[in-house]
């Protein structure tokens, strides 16, 4: 099996790409334009593994990707590459929208361009698969779960620009038939997980003595995932699910903010002793514009249909992650120059300095 992986340097593409080449046996041609999430440290294990090439491009970039469709000849297609932080997308849209949007309309181009080149038998196997996230569908309630059949309501800038580009994905399925199938996850969490994010912040920031930020009251409720579990999720989805179909992934680990991160507190208690308690340094700060309340997922049409169950829950994966940070300074600790945890989207107004 040839994959062609599009954002397999960042979080949830490079737990994807170990998971192809090292238990599936696949060859990955890996590309990554390598912004500041993009790290090729993360993928430091498969660095003599021949079944793996990495390309550096944009996926906005056309000649770039027909140039890799052309070379590498895939199989299978895993889109994963996005601007994916819902801070950043409030003060700079401008690139969620080029590389989320644009880049995914390129890129679904350049797919059908090859695929419509290939023999019959091949033409009739590939896949393209493509990975986007549950924030397009809003918010819920104190009660309910998303579902395939939940209808969009984003509510950020990222929220939109992946909406749109789960609309480009459908529309390519539906208008030329190309056999496209869509994912939406849960939030989630794991090693190599770029520091600005909730839980490496958090045990970062506690590593420091530093202060946890927590949004608003930390109310907000998500479902977490362990990346590995969406990876082998992604795998099952791409190879046996079926075309035209989306299927939602979740760990079923609902947990309030403010309770992530006290469990997270509690762990560097035990693993990271300080003569303070950590939770001493939560604080709570101005809340995210249009933060949604609550997302969680109905992951049965996966479970049922293709199999998959999440192996982690939440206490065991969270455990995992923070060992992993507290052993791992060497992936963390240049990225932690570059970016120290400082508060990212907040708004100011026309004047303000």
């Not at 046996?25 to 790290?39: R, S």
């Not at 390309?55 to 970039?61: E, L, Q, T, Y």
């Not at 998959?308 to 060497?330: H, M, P, R």
Request: proline share 4%; hydrophobic share 35%; aromatic share 10%.
């Amino acid at each position: 099996m040839r994959v062609i992986v599009t954002g397999g340097a960042g979080f949830i593409g490079s737990a994807l790409v170990r998971h192809l080449v090292s238990v599936k046996g696949y060859e990955v041609l890996n590309i990554d334009k390598l912004t500041y999430a993009g790290n090729e440290a993360s993928l430091s294990v498969l660095r003599s593994n021949r079944s793996h090439r990495f390309m550096k491009a944009d996926i906005c970039d056309r000649t770039a990707m027909n140039e890799a469709f052309d070379t590498f000849a895939p199989d299978l297609v895993m889109h994963l590459a996005a601007e994916s932080h819902v801070d950043r997308s409030i003060t700079g849209a401008d690139e969620f929208v080029q590389t989320n949007v644009v880049g995914t309309f390129t890129l679904l181009e350049a797919a059908r361009m090859y695929w419509d080149t290939l023999p019959s038998e091949r033409r009739k196997a590939f896949r393209f698969l493509h990975v986007s996230t549950d924030e397009v569908y809003g918010s819920l309630g104190n009660t309910g779960l998303f579902t395939e059949e939940t209808p969009y309501d984003p509510s950020s800038p990222y929220s939109a620009s992946k909406a749109a580009s789960d609309h480009l994905a459908k529309a390519w399925a539906r208008t030329y038939g190309m056999p496209i199938l869509v994912s939406n996850c849960s939030n989630n969490y794991g090693p190599y997980h770029f520091p600005e994010k909730l839980i490496p912040l958090i045990i970062l920031n506690a590593l420091d003595g530093k202060s946890l930020p927590v949004y608003g009251k930390g109310t907000n409720v998500r479902d977490w995932l362990y990346v590995e579990d969406h990876a082998r999720a992604l795998d099952i989805i791409a190879t046996r699910g079926r075309i035209g179909e989306t299927y939602n992934v979740g760990g079923s680990n609902e947990r309030r903010n403010i309770d992530v991160v006290k469990q997270v507190c509690l762990l560097m208690d035990s693993y990271s002793p300080k003569p303070f308690k950590h939770e001493s340094l939560i604080s709570y700060v101005t809340d995210r514009p249009g933060h949604d309340a609550r997302y969680a997922i109905d992951a049965t049409k996966l479970e049922k249909e293709l199999g998959w169950s999440a192996k982690d829950n939440f206490d065991t994966g969270i455990e995992k992650t923070v060992k992993w940070y507290l052993e791992n300074e060497w992936w963390w600790g240049p990225l932690r120059i570059g970016y120290t945890g400082s508060r990212l989207g907040l708004l100011t107004k026309s004047g303000d300095s």
